[in-house]
């Protein structure tokens, strides 16, 4: 059944001669198409697989796809023997396909798709045979084959040779994934539209199919609750999103055990119509085949089938819905499952890939089964740039490289002096990419600023009159972990004035205590000459201060002392008057 309905599919493809989707999406076979949305790094596309570049044949190791000279890659999409990125210049571009179905026959080149009105596409998602895009402007947009409502644009049966606009009743869309015949739109505020072929519930909009379709989107649950979605993505006949919480839930066919621990399939179609949660902690999913992955605490889980490997963990068990471990020699930053292989972005740069490699899906040069992962044999790069983003689609996977991703560190010195009543500088200096933002915490004096540039320094500036030593904490931060932290000092100096009274008196016989005060900085050193009454004493407090305290002996009398203070910004000197009282009678 399942397969006559992609026969008449796929006719019906054909048939759309005017689009360019007609010209490559001619295949039988399902496929998975992992989440878009979040636009990698500009940089060069790799693919390998069965027809992942174009050309005819399988590609055994990853090598470049050729993109119009000067274009870039911003995100990548792998479909049913179709795939796709979105290039600098805002088009889609579009190659691959069974039987040489892009123009001249099997040709190596991609082909570009405008959105309406111009407007620049953001990313991509490629399901059997159909396209979504999203648009810079929030929205998304659909052309191919709408057999079960997969375009969303309330037409069911009615084809789009061009871009049409999806009937979603919000405009700030983020990130959108197509499975075969369904898709998903996330929005800003975190809820998640879906809508297409619900044959084995994959849309997840209830507690059942339905194998009519969802010609329109739908607003999904998750847990009870609508809202609270960071990602989302989909495989052929199964879904995935996960929470900002890090859980992770999925819905759709169940044969394999791919829904994960519970799910209780409704029927005897195997399914799960609902939303279910597999498992906690997650930072990123990846939906397949028949499997599913999570990135955990740097840790790829798998589940479902291992007919071929797909698991990664070399259990040799037909199946497992309990998510564990793949087997990766170092930690993962990126993942994406297709539809019997699987695969990560390591830590240390490269890639890995495990599963079914009959068409070179691995990418290791040979097409022998790989149970556990393997490093794929990826070209040299340019300097200074990594695998940023990795996606998989039935017997392909695409990469997209850009700058190394390097963890921050600030370079310039912990310490600023400025001068009192004259306006100054300082530079802060950071490393790492992509370029850091930065930020201090603190309180700087008044007239003295932090004023990022945007471009890895940051400028401390301005003039004030406050002396003293202000400790504040700089922060740089660029998405890649860990954050750079450093403990600076903004030291303002000052000359030094004495600006206490010059004349104190004290009461023969009685203490008494008077305090010299002083401003600038650093604190100056204070000092005496001349004699001061019996029984009274001069402290320098070395605070910038000093005490004149004591019991006065001997007889009333005025003394004329000479004060300093000392520092390395200057010398200020007072007399003070001293008047020694007699203590009154009585």
Known sequence: MIEHAMKARLMRTARLLGSALALVTFSLATTTATSAGAAASSGPVYGWGGGATGASGNVLTPIKVSLPAGITATDIAAGSDLSAAVGSDGLVYLWG??????????????????????VPATAVAAGLSFVLALGEDGNVYSWGVDGVGELGTGSPNTDESTPTKVLLPTGNVTSIAAGDDQGF???ATGDVYGWGGDYYGQVGDSA???????????????????????????????SMALTSAGDVYAWGFDGNDQIGPNCSPADAFDYCSAPTEVTGGASAIAAGG???????????????????????????????????????PVAATGIAEGD?????????????????????????????????PVETNLPSLAAGTVPDKIVAGRYQSLLVTGPARIAPQITSGARMTLAAKKMGAFTVVTTGAPTSEISEVGKLPNGVGFFDQHTGIAIISGETTATGSFPITIVAANGVAPDASQHFTLTVVGVPTITSPAS??????????????????PFPR???????????????????TASIAG????????????????????????VLTLIVRAKPRG
Request: net charge neutral; no cysteine; glycine share 20%.
């Open 97 to 118: 396909g069974a039987s040489g179905g892009v123009p001249g026959g099997g040709p190596t080149y991609p082909v570009s798709v405008s959105l309406p009105g111009g």
């Open 185 to 187: 739109a996330l929005t």
């Open 208 to 238: 059942t199919h339905q194998p009519g379709g969802i010609n329109t989107p739908t607003l999904l649950e998750f847990g009870g609750a609508q809202g609270g979605i960071s990602a989302i993505s989909a495989g052929p006949n199964m």
């Open 290 to 328: 028949n499997d599913g992955l999570a990135l955990i605490g740097g840790e790829v889980y798998s589940w479902g089938v291992d007919t071929e490997g797909e698991l990664g963990r070399g259990i040799g068990a037909p199946a497992s819905a309990t998510p564990g471990p793949v087997s990766l």
């Open 340 to 372: 019997t292989h699987g695969a990560a972005i390591g830590s240390d740069g490269n890639v890995y890939s495990w599963g079914a490699n009959g068409e070179g899906e691995v990418g290791d040069g040979t097409q022998a089964e790989r149970d556990l």
């Open 504 to 521: 104190t008196k004290l009461v023969l016989g009685s203490y008494g205590k008077f305090k010299v005060t002083t401003s600038g900085f």
């Open 526 to 544: 204070l000092s005496e000459t001349k004699t001061l009454p019996p029984g009274v004493k001069f402290v320098d407090n070395k605070n910038g």
């Open 551 to 574: 019991t006065p002996r001997g007889r009333a009398k005025r003394y004329v002392i000479d004060i300093t203070a000392k520092s390395s910004q200057g010398t200020a000197k007072q």
